[in-house]
Each structure stands twice: as C-alpha cells, then as structure tokens.
C-alpha cells in the first residue's frame, strides 16, 4: 500500500529534536528504516517519492517558485483564515519569535484541527511527491523532462496545495510547508545515510544515475526474485555492478573535492602522481551528445543538476565541431559524455574573459538576468568550452578508468580550437618525489601570477571506484586556492549598516530572541567631507553576509550599533543596489556601524550592480575598537579589484618568485614542508643521531629566507643524497695500524667541537668561497690572505689545525690557510697512497678541491687544499666572488647585445670561463655526466626583452635533457644576466646602500627556475 505521510513526519520529528538537542540522528535513521522495512519493500511502494519527500533540496530539477510570504497566502485561502488568525499565521515575519511559517501553520491547526481522516484515507507520500510534481511542471523554471511530463496536463496548479492543507494533521502541516519551501532547517539528513538504508547498493547506481526514478527503476531491474536467498543477494550485487553505467540524458554525479588549506596540507591528503590542472573559472557543463540516431543531439547538464541545454544552446555547435561530426576525424560513433567548463572567450585580447561576462552570453529559459547595468555583448567574445574530463565514449563506460587513461580518450576525442573548444592545462606531479611541494609551489605561484582562479590536483584513480573496499568510491580531487591558504583571501575591514531577518535561518541559531540573521555591508563614499565638514555619511551597499553563531553572539553583546527601521534612518544615507542577493531584505539601518573583517574569494559585478565587489565574502572577526572611517571606502575598493583582476600581459617571474616564498611561509609554522627533505644532508660524521645539513651555498647566508627553488639552482651538487663522508676519515698512511687515532680519542675531539659550537657565531653572516669535498660543499674561512700569486711556496710552514665550527644545520665548517695547506701537501706528498695522490692531482683545471684527512694519532684534522690554476680576478671580491667556481653559460639565442653585460662578465673575473650554451651542450653532450658532483653550472638569459626567445630555448634544452639517465644529468639553474649588476652591489664594499629591488638578494631577484 502506499506510503503515509504521517511515518515520514515522525522520522523528522525525532531527528529534529536531537538536532535541537546537538546530537546524532544517525541511530534514529538507522531505526526507522529497519522499523518500516515491510513497507518500504512493498511493491507499491514509490522509493523514488520517498526519498524527494525525505531529501527535498535535491530535486533541482523542480522549481515552485513559492516562498515564505506566498506560501502563507495559500494556507490562509485553504484553511479559511479570518482576519485575527491571518496575523496570528505571520507572526513568524516578526524578530525573535523564534519561529517560522510552518510553526504559525501547526499553531494553527493545533487550535483548530481538520475534520479528522479515516485512516486509510490519509495522505500519502506517493500523493504528494505527485501534486509537487504537477505543480513544478507548469513552471518554466523547471527541467525539460518534468514540464514535459503527463503531469502538466492538469490546470488546478497551487489549488492542489489547497486541498492538501484541508487533509493535514496540524504536525503534518508544519512539514509539508518545509517540503514546499524546500528546507528542513535546521534539521540536515545525510543523503549518503538515507540511501543505504533504502538500499546498501543505491548510493553506487546514484554515483553513476544522480536521478531517483532512474537509479530505482536500474536497482529494480537487476534483483532476482526467483534465487535463494543467499544466491540471490550474490548474483544481485553482481547484476547491479554491472548495469551502474552512465546513460545518455541522465546526469552523472560529481567526485567529492576537498579544499586544501596548504601546500602541506595537499601532500598529505594526495597520494602517488597526481594531475595538476588549472582552476577554470566559469560554469560547469555535463555534456552528453548523443550520435546514435545520425542527427546529433546535445543536452547539457549544471552544476546543481539542472537541464541547462536551453539556456546554452550557442555552445551546441562549438561542441559537435569539437567532435569533428561529420568528418573522418571524428571517433565518437553513437555517443559520449563529457565534462567542461563554460567560459567566455576574447578573441581580440586572446584571453578568458572574467566570470560575470557569461550572463551577457547565456540566457536563463530566454532572459537574460541581471544585465541591465552591463555593456552589451561584443562581437569579438564568444562562447568557449574547456574539457577535462570524459565519462562514456560510445556506450563504453570510463567511470572505472584511471584519470591518465581517461585524459588520453579525451585528447584523441576532442579536436582543439583555440577560443572556442580546448582541454585544460595539466602538470603531472609525483608526489612521492621529494621535489613535489616545490613543483606544485611553482605552478601554483604560476597561476596566482596569471591572476588564475586556482588549482585542482586529481589522483590517478578511476572517477568511480564501484568495488572499492575501504569505503572511498570516488577518485580524490583537491581544490587549491590561494584563499583557502592562511590570510591570502584577506581584504580589509567594511562597516556594517544594517541588517535583514530570515524566520527559517533563525531557527538553525541557538539564540532566543535573535532579530537579525543577515548583515548589510557598505563602504562610504565621502569619507573625506565627513572628515572634514562632518557631513552625513553616505555608504553604497556592497554585500550581504551571514556569520557564525559564535561571532553572532559577540556582535549581540558587544556592539551597539543603534539599529533603527530603514524608513526612520537619518544618521545615514544608504544606497542599496538591486542587485544584492539575499535571504531577507535590509529592514534595519545601524546609525553607528560595527566593523567586520571580510576575507573574499576574488571580486566580481554581480548582476544589476555595476562596479566590482566581493566575491563569495566571509567575516573573519569583528573589530570593536574601530569605527567605520577606518574601514574601505567605496574608490579603494574598486581599486583593489582593478588591480587583483588585471591580467599581465607577460608572465613576470620575480612576482612569480615572490609567491612561491609566500606559499613558503604559508605552510604549518612559516617552515616550507620541503625544506628539511631539501636541505638534509650529511657533512661530518658524528657517534650520535644529528641533524646537520649541507652547507648553504654563499648567496644563501645573506637571505633569512631559504626557498628550496633557490637552494637547487644555487646548490646544484647537493640537491637531495647525503654526501658519502667514509673518504674523509681515510688516514695518510694505510699500512702502520698504530698510527691510526684511538676511537675513544676520536670521540672526545668530537665532543669538543660540538661544545664549542656557537649559534650566533654559526648563523652570523660572512664572506664565504665556497669549495669541493669530493662530491659536497664546504665552507672556507674568512681570513685575511694574500693572493695566490704572492704566496712564497720556499717559505716555512707548520702543520696548524683549523677551527672548525659544527653547527645544528651544519651550515659553517671552516678550513685553514690556503698558503700553508699547499706548503704541507709539498712534505707530505710522498706520504698519499697513490690510488688517493692520482685522484687529487687529477682535479679539473679551474676546480678547488678539498679533502679532510687525519695526520696524527690524537685526532687532528687538516682540510688540505688543492688547487690548480685557479682564475681569481673578480674586481670586487677576488675569490670571494659568488661566482666562483661556477661554470657561466651564456644562451645566445636568449640574450642581446649588451656591452654592460661583457663589463660586468670582465669584473665579475669570468670572461674566459663565459661558454656558448649550444657550444657546452655540444662538448658535453647536454650535461649527459654532470651528476650530483657536478660544479655549478648558471645559465643567464634576458627575461626582460627576450621573454619568449628564453622561454623556448629553455623548454628546448629541458626537452632534449629529459632523454638522459635521471642520476646524471643533475641540475642547471637558469638567471636573468642583470644578476651581475646586483652581485657588483653585494660583493663591492665601497658600495654602502645594498638595495635589490625590494628583495633579499640578488639571488631571489633575478631567478628564473631550473632544467
């Protein structure tokens, strides 16, 4: 029999007492359906009714176009209302009552019920979800397919709602108003829950069929009746996995997304390699063409589930094109679905226009909403579609497809045009490589630069994983954006100056007598002549916004804004666009405005606004110590969204750079999540677990800031292995074991290093040359010494122990005198092995070589240098240039004439070790044997007048570098040549004002990346 409305009535009364109460409806969920098992199996029994009864929002398909005021109307015709008792049913229209209209209806009822019903008489779920369904079907707001419907032959329209009121029990009535109106507020049912209960396989079809009589209709099908039962329940789930495939004209849900709040954040929710795709702002289309009948037919779905092919019918033949009908190209033979977004595109700016400007192109069931304050559509904007995403293809379906799989299907599907049909842009991001927090960082800091909207990282997974054991059937998605990170999204403060009241968002607040629930935000005008002259001040309405229960409590106790009605307010003019959208309107005016703090997702013109205001605004705090001529004022706002909007015209690296160390600094305690896996390496060995690094390179000291792109591109040999340190102990005599220095002598010595240890001292910025350890960098000390050519190699030295400074980090480790380390390798020369001798006198030209070995047996240790003729001709800073000892490419094709370059090259003492890049790459096959242990190599290019000339010989180079040996073809870091004029201003001591414009050193500066 069919299902009475009075059982579903219970269900939400029990679970809106526990929410009232804070607690769990789950149990009570669980238990009802377990009570009314019988019914819910009966085979007249409407599932599919049921759950549009128990989950109304989800019926977007179905549009009323009834609220609160006409709604009461309605009850007061049906229940034939005197004048006394229509007061008493809009009550709820009056602050703090605490009430709303479906509670002045029961309090109706309650005082005089309708004649009672038999009970066989009752109303059903099944005659409800049908008058709704009638009644939604006369409305041209509502889908094809339910105006199409039998049910909109019927012309008695809101006069069915009549006849239900008059067979409502009075707890039947109040909600039965709430289905009308669409919210069960503030009770929430898990739509997750409530499909399990109905049926353990439900949630899995609905994955695939978001539509209830669909997904009921494809669960009925595969059960099998005739089977035992414990066959039956096998071979059920099996026929049910089976048929759950998406189907043409019924929309496919969505994967569930997170939000990641860091960088951090999104390595720990992502897992293995991950799609990096751009954030592309515009309206998402579900699209599903349908070849098999020869004549193409199109049908579009929104993000909310709506048939929106009407409304987007401009966008039809841009999609069969892309498809290449009617042509060889095409491979799409009866059908498929796809995913996209709608953008509209400049074909004379060559850009995606901004979201607003798709309501100028796009009509709403043949209007156009919200344009009256716009400039009308241009000639040379169109209509664009971006595609990500392919769920059929040809009656095949992609759901249990990996996202790489299904990329490949949609490249060979989809023909490109630009400005009209294109597939996102994606990077490919192992996030089991220790470099994945800093590729990602760059190509977020690359998006927020392009003023992009942000990312999405998607997992390898299938879009559906339908036989998923540990509960997560849907592939992972992250949306990042750079307001969800930290204050980012922080805009300023904006006065408050007024409010409205909503009776159904009222309720969900625990807070008798709550009078406001939405607060008017405005920014002033003459902020100067109120000033001044003390003129009245006069706001422009920018926002509405709700806030928290907790800020809500503050603003109630510790504000005292004045409110007055609007019609009584002389304290302030206000002028209140039309196009602001709210729950209520602004009925109360404060003459003394409270001061919120707003944080928004970007800026946009509403419809009907026409200037620039917050999009998405949230309130982050509540400011009493400040009143509203402290706040934004209405020109700075629209400044602000000016410049947060305007796209440049070329990509700027260094606001590039300058993002990617905010995100830096935007991880859990101002510490970049890589940067210990980055730095970490091992410079000495110690008896004891420490976490000393590799030394910085000499840039690095002078920047409190250490991102882990810079370290890379300025620190090329010790990118990621610790440095092997079983050479550095190896004595000078490999035959007398008595020679060899006692491990107990040798622990002391360590601990005395390590007790003399000073942090200010290690941390303390110096001149450092930076020098080889075989394959690891060290520090040399910053004495005075004379240059290599006046060095008396006849006059006597002595064996003298360096200090040697042990940090934490391992940052400082100091070697002795370069004249007396050569003056003891003369008398001690005979004393190296051989296989060791050959190895240090083998030392490329122009390359400083360090080695750190033991030479009596109390311990002692001399770092003993090798050189062999070493350029030192820096004008500024000798061979405490920071370029010494790198290898300078210079890429022609990249680079302009410029004699201040050759200038700078000359005093930087480098002209002669100044290469070609294409004549390097030639001699050494592309850096085919650089490895970990190579020197620093520095490519300069010119980003400034050369822009695009570096970026193609760039993606060049790392093209044809890509097809070497991963392990040795190390890393190359590529700057902008002005480099040299800062470094001059950074090594030159009798240049005293070290400025590097705005930034810490010339390093960050002028970094372009690394190939």
Not at 85 to 104: F, H, K, N, T
Not at 758 to 768: E, V, Y
């Amino acid at each position: 029999m069919p299902f009475p409305f009075i059982l579903v009535c219970d269900l939400l009364d029990e679970c809106h007492r526990l929410c009232i109460a804070s607690k769990s409806n789950t149990r009570a969920v669980v238990d009802w359906f377990a009570r009314h098992r019988g019914r819910l199996d009966a085979h007249d029994t409407d599932l599919a009714a049921l759950l549009s009864t128990l989950l109304p929002e989800k019926r977007t398909d179905r549009v009323y176009c009834i609220r609160a005021p006409t709604l009461e109307k309605i009850i007061g015709r049906a229940l034939m209302l005197g004048s006394s008792r229509i007061v008493e049913l809009s009550l709820y229209q009056r602050p703090g009552q605490g009430a709303d209209l479906a509670d002045c209806a029961e309090r109706i009822l309650n005082a005089t019920p309708n004649p009672t019903c038999k009970e066989r008489l009752r109303i059903s779920v099944e005659e409800i979800d049908e008058v709704l369904h009638s009644l939604a079907s006369r409305i041209k707001w509502s889908s094809p397919s339910v105006r199409n419907s039998q049910a909109a032959l019927s012309l008695r329209g809101r006069c069915d709602l009549e006849n239900v009121y008059r067979r409502l029990t009075a707890r039947e009535a109040k909600w039965f108003t709430r289905l009308v109106l669409k919210s069960y507020q503030p009770l929430i049912l898990d739509s997750q829950l409530v499909y399990r209960c109905c049926d353990s396989t439900l949630p899995l079809i609905l994955k695939a069929q978001d539509d209830f009589a669909t997904a009921i209709q494809t669960l009925q099908l595969a059960k099998g009746s005739m089977l035992p039962s414990a066959t039956r329940k096998t071979l059920r789930r099996e026929r049910i996995l089976a048929a759950i495939k998406p189907k043409l004209g019924v929309k496919v849900g969505r994967q569930n997304w997170l939000k990641g709040r860091s960088i951090k954040h999104c390595l720990d929710m992502g897992r293995g390699r991950m799609s990096v795709e751009q954030k592309i702002d515009g309206e998402y289309c579900q699209v599903h063409v349908d070849l098999a009948s020869g004549k193409p037919r199109v049908q579009i779905f929104s993000k909310s589930g709506k048939d929106s092919t009407e409304d987007r019918h401009k966008l039809h033949g841009v999609i069969i094109k892309s498809l290449g009908f009617g042509t060889s190209r095409c491979n799409v033979r009866k059908g498929c679905i796809l995913e996209g977004e709608l953008v509209v595109y400049n074909d004379v700016d060559r850009k995606i226009m901004p979201f607003h400007k798709i309501r100028n192109h796009v009509a709403r069931r043949g209007r156009f909403m919200g344009v009256d304050m716009d400039s009308p559509p241009r000639s040379y904007e169109n209509l664009m579609i971006v595609y990500y995403d392919i769920l059929l293809h040809d009656g095949q379906s992609l759901l249990g497809v990996c996202h790489s799989e299904r990329f490949k299907v949609l490249r060979d599907t989809i023909h490109c045009e630009r400005g009209r049909a294109e597939l996102v842009s994606r990077t490919l991001v192992d996030f089991h490589r220790p470099t994945a927090a800093s590729e990602l960082r760059k190509v977020f800091a690359s998006i927020i630069t392009s003023k992009g909207e942000g990312l999405v990282l998607k997992s390898d997974d299938p879009y559906f994983n339908l036989e998923a054991s540990n509960g997560r059937s849907s592939g992972l998605c992250i949306k990042l954006k750079k307001e969800y990170i930290g204050n980012f999204g922080d805009v300023g403060d904006f006065a408050v100056v007024g409010a409205g009241f909503n009776p159904a968002k009222a309720t969900s607040y625990h807070i008798p007598g709550l009078r406001w629930t939405i607060f008017y935000v405005g920014c002033l005008n003459n902020k100067e002549k109120v000033k001044r002259w003390n003129e009245k001040p006069e706001f422009t309405v920018i926002s509405a916004v709700e806030i928290s229960e907790a800020l809500l409590k503050g603003f109630i106790q510790h504000c005292s804004s004045a409110p007055v009605p609007l019609d009584e307010n002389y304290v302030t003019k206000l002028h209140i666009p039309k196009g602001i959208e709210a729950d209520a309107p602004l009925t109360v005016a404060f003459q003394k405005p409270a001061v919120f703090d707003l944080r928004c997702f970007s800026f946009d013109k509403p419809g009907n606004m026409g200037f620039w205001t917050l999009r998405f605004p949230v309130v982050s705090k509540i400011h009493s110590d400040r009143d509203y001529l402290d706040t934004v004022t209405f020109d700075e706002l629209q400044e602000m969204a000016k410049v947060a909007r305007a796209t440049p015209d070329l990509e700027d690296s260094q606001e590039n750079l300058a993002w990617i160390a905010k995100l830096e600094g935007a991880d859990p305690r101002g510490r970049a999540v890589d940067a210990a896996s980055q730095l970490t390496a091992t410079t000495m060995p110690t008896p004891s677990p420490s976490s000393a690094r590799t030394p910085l390179p000499l840039a690095m000291y002078r920047s409190p800031s250490r991102s882990p792109e810079i370290l890379r591109a300025s620190q090329v040999s010790q990118r990621s292995a610790a440095v092997s340190t079983a050479p550095l102990t190896t004595p000078f005599t490999s035959s007398a074991a008595d020679q060899q220095p006692r491990m107990s002598e040798i622990g002391n010595e360590r601990k005395k290093r390590r007790a003399s240890f000073s942090p200010t001292a290690a941390l303390t910025p110096k001149r450092h040359a930076s020098v080889t350890v075989q394959s690891s960098t060290v520090s040399v000390s910053n004495k005075s010494r004379k240059p290599l050519e006046d060095v008396d190699g006849n006059a006597s030295q002595q064996s003298v122990t360096p200090q040697q400074s042990f940090s934490g980090d391992g940052e400082a480790n100091q070697c002795e005198d370069v004249t007396k380390s050569l003056s003891f390798l003369k008398e001690t020369q005979e004393k190296v092995p051989l296989h060791a001798r050959s190895r240090l006198l083998d030392t490329p030209r122009g390359e400083v070589g360090c080695i750190l070995k033991p030479v009596s047996s109390d311990g002692t240790y001399l770092m003993t240098k090798i050189l062999n003729q070493v350029n030192v001709g820096c004008k500024f800073a000798g061979k405490k240039c920071h370029l010494f000892e790198h290898t300078i490419l210079l890429a022609s094709k990249a680079l302009g004439v410029s004699s201040e370059r050759r200038v700078l090259l000359e005093a930087h003492g480098i002209s002669e070790t100044a290469t070609a890049l294409d004549d390097w790459l030639l001699q050494n096959e592309r850096g085919a044997t650089l490895g970990d242990a190579s020197r620093q190599i520095i490519i300069l290019v010119d980003t400034v007048d050369k822009a695009s000339e570096t970026k193609l010989v760039l993606a060049e180079l790392e093209r044809n570098r890509k097809e070497l040996p991963r392990k040795s073809r190390g890393w190359i870091a590529v700057y902008d040549w002005r480099l040299l004029a800062h470094l001059r201003i950074m090594e030159d001591d009798e240049t005293k004002e070290k400025y590097f414009d705005g930034f810490h050193d010339p390093w960050r500066r002028w970094y372009c990346g690394i190939v």
